[in-house]
């Protein structure tokens, strides 16, 4: 998810599009956030 921001906010820069940089900004956080943050927390249940 962080290199298609990535790829997004190049192309966004290239292109005179703002909405390709605006995309590619937010999918490089939630990307970020995601990375760093467990989803359903870090501890394993065993039964």
């Given at each position: 998810?962080?290199v298609?921001g990535?790829i997004?906010?190049i192309?966004?820069?290239?292109l005179?599009?703002s909405i ?7 999918l490089?956080?939630?990307?970020l ?5 467990p989803?359903g ?6 039964f």
């Amino acid at each position: 998810m962080v290199v298609l921001g990535l790829i997004l906010l190049i192309l966004g820069i290239l292109l005179p599009q703002s909405i390709l940089t605006t995309i590619g900004l937010i999918l490089i956080v939630v990307g970020l956030i995601l990375n760093f943050v467990p989803i359903g927390g870090s501890s394993r249940r065993v039964f």
